[in-house]
């Protein structure tokens, strides 16, 4: 499983941080850090609860 | 019983997250979505941001749908009634009203949302018809009116400093405009965020060169005289209460919504008895068996902050709700409370305005105050001793971290070590 953040959307808006902190995090520029782009299958629902939360639909799980 | 037959009625945010969470959750019976435009769902929070950007800036003049129609009827296996209205419910028969047709359910979730409040004499559908140039800012044709009169460089006056009136003078900044703002209040949000923070929006308006007239109401709107064969009204000017007269070329109305929720008086749904929101429980149970609701329109206690009771109009919450709803609403005996921090953004002149948590609090503390300085803005809310909410501008690192700690009801003074930087790190 693959976490892509496209960037060219990232508003900051920190949604994913809030639902998975393990793994997203808001910079000093307001645009999403992912802390582990390569996360096991065990954080699936965390994962898919951080991508449906984000407002601006910047976040896709592959695989 | 099982559900066989879900009707989802609002089909924006809320109702769209339902549909997705009744899929999601496994469900296979027939799933309506009624809504009263005659557009799949789209997002509105960029309606009154980047949408009203000039050309050539991401998302100027670009309307976000959230899916197609296509994907909502072939995948989703949605029967999507666009371009129409909920005209009342039958709780008894277990039917939503749409004009003549009547429309069965076994499980029903309410997410139409709200409407904006017209001023007296504005409202199309009063007996006076549509008065030209004068708009709100909720759906996407209200936002092509917006940016229409922005590349026209009309003369634009905001009635109500909010959010959405604040984004739209930051509109016309951004074009070099001039604009402005009428407020009724001495202090604007204080509703939303509390006076201390609300003095520090009026600050915001005041460094980007806007026009913010406040304690100051309405008194009327003057008209064009009506010389064409059409006869059709149009504004020329806004009069205030203390007596200025505003010429306008467009007059903004940002001066709160209601509840859409006419369609259910007398329907025996529980309504709020000031603003006839619906009242629900913790899952979003409304009194009535097999009817839920979610979203704007929602009075839901929150578990977070001593019960206290909420309508929230909020893009996270409206999308919490409607999913959280749809799942209840198939399996009642599962349904739990659903705990939601609170939390919006807003984009002023260039500033990233965050909120999270209640403004609701014994104290509002400003622990970071480097506005004027290039910085950011942290303000703390307190109730006893935790951190219940958090305002901040232009420093979204920390936003998220505050919010955990809300919802962790977290100490207020390990809260404010954590934003003001002086935070003795635990060691792991």
């Not at chain 2, 409040?117 to 006076?128: E, F, K, N, S, Y």
């Not at chain 2, 306008?248 to 209601?258: P, Q, S, T």
Request: glycine share 10%; proline share 6%; charged share 25%.
């Amino acid at each position: 499983m693959r976490i892509v953040a496209d960037l060219g959307k990232c508003e900051g808006l920190g949604m994913c941080e809030a639902m998975a902190p393990d793994f997203f995090e808001v910079d000093e520029d307001g645009v999403v850090d992912v802390l582990d782009a390569e996360p096991g299958e065990e954080h699936r629902t965390d994962l898919t609860a951080a991508v449906d939360a984000c407002p601006v639909l910047a976040l896709t799980l592959q695989g | 019983m099982s559900v066989e037959r879900m009707v989802v009625v609002g089909a924006s945010l809320a109702g769209l997250r339902a549909v997705e969470a009744a899929r999601r959750a496994g469900y296979d019976g027939e799933l309506v979505l009624v809504g009263d435009e005659v557009h799949a769902p789209y997002d509105r929070p960029p309606l009154s941001k980047a949408f009203l950007d000039p050309d050539g800036e991401r998302g100027a003049g670009a309307v976000a749908q959230f899916r197609s129609e296509e994907v909502l009827r072939d995948e989703l296996r949605v029967d999507l009634r666009l371009g129409t209205r909920a005209t009342g419910l039958d709780t008894t028969a277990r039917e939503v009203l749409l004009g003549d047709e009547r429309l069965p359910y076994d499980a029903l979730v309410i997410a139409t949302g709200s409407v904006p409040r017209w001023l007296p004499g504005t409202d199309p559908a009063g007996p006076d018809g549509p008065l030209e140039g004068v708009t709100q800012l909720r759906t996407v044709e209200d936002a092509r009116r917006v940016r229409e009169a922005l590349e026209a460089g009309a003369r634009i006056v905001v009635v109500g400093a909010g959010f959405i009136g604040s984004e739209v003078a930051s509109a016309a900044r951004k074009r070099g405009l001039p604009v402005t703002v009428v407020e009724a209040l001495d202090v604007p949000l204080t509703r939303s965020v509390g006076p201390e923070v609300g003095v520090a929006c009026v600050e915001l308006h005041r460094a980007a060169g806007t026009d913010l007239r406040l304690g100051v109401g309405v008194a009327g709107l003057d008209e064009e005289t009506p010389d064409g064969p059409d006869g059709r009204r149009r504004v020329r000017a806004v009069r205030l209460t203390d007596g200025t007269t505003l010429p306008a070329d467009l007059v903004v109305l940002g001066i709160g919504v209601r509840p859409a929720t006419d369609w259910l008086e007398g329907s025996g749904v529980a309504l709020h008895d000031g603003d006839r929101g619906v009242l629900v429980d913790a899952t979003l149970a409304t009194n009535v068996p097999g009817v839920w609701a979610a979203g704007d329109m929602a009075h839901v206690e929150n578990p977070l902050f001593d019960g206290e009771q909420h309508r929230l109009e909020h893009w996270t919450n409206a999308a919490d709700h409607g999913a959280a709803a749809a799942r209840h609403a198939l399996d009642p005996a599962a349904a739990e409370p659903v705990v939601t921090v609170p939390y919006f953004w807003s984009d002023w002149y260039g500033h990233r305005l965050q909120f999270v948590g209640t403004p609701r609090a014994d104290e509002a503390r400003v622990v970071v105050d480097d506005l004027a300085t290039g910085g950011g803005l942290v303000v703390l809310y307190r109730r006893a001793d935790r951190v219940v909410g958090a305002f901040v501008v232009d420093l979204p690192r920390v936003v998220m971290k505050l919010r955990r700690r809300v919802l962790d009801r977290g100490p207020w003074k390990e809260a404010v070590a954590f934003a003001t930087g002086s935070e003795v790190p635990t060691p792991r």
